[in-house]
């Protein structure tokens, strides 16, 4: 079975092209919180209230950590997807993460960061543009087929 650790941005529907495309193969996957609001707010809703909106979302970010680094540590493959609309900080963090522990890293973005994300894009072992790409990836690394 191949672990997959879905990082990135949550505002398109990725994830699902990603897993609905790899039905069938011997496949699992994990990935952050992407429900918005659970994923800010995790820190005062289980630890308590912050009158200072640094120490909420630092509160929410040690415990989005936690489940982070499990996942990618327990990752066989680590995809991270660079959206259009916001500049994701921490999907460059994740890929650097991935990285450092030697990870079988795959990036997905458009062909309008393929300059600001250069250095990401040559710690991967490969650079997709379509959620689709990522499926015949995991389909030719679990079966040794090519896409028909």
């Known amino acids: 079975m191949l672990r997959v650790y879905l990082s990135g941005e949550i505002h398109t529907d990725w994830r699902e092209r990603i897993t609905k495309g790899a039905e069938g193969l011997d496949v699992t996957f994990t990935g952050p919180v992407t429900d918005h609001a659970a994923s800010d707010d995790c820190g005062v809703a289980i630890l308590g209230a912050e009158d200072d909106k640094f120490w909420h979302d630092r509160k929410g970010a040690q415990l989005n950590a936690i489940r982070t680094r499990k996942g990618i540590e327990e ?51 490969a650079v997709a543009s379509e959620p689709e790409q990522v499926v015949q990836i995991l389909r030719y690394v679990l079966t040794g087929t090519l896409p028909g």
């Not at 500049?87 to 795959?106: I, M, T």
């Open 75 to 125: 990752a066989d493959v680590v995809v991270v997807r660079f959206g259009d609309q916001y500049k994701q900080w921490n999907a460059a963090f994740d890929a650097g993460y991935a990285a450092a522990l030697g990870k079988s890293l795959v990036i997905l973005h458009g062909p309008d960061h393929a300059h600001a994300l250069k250095e990401v894009d040559a710690a991967a072992l």
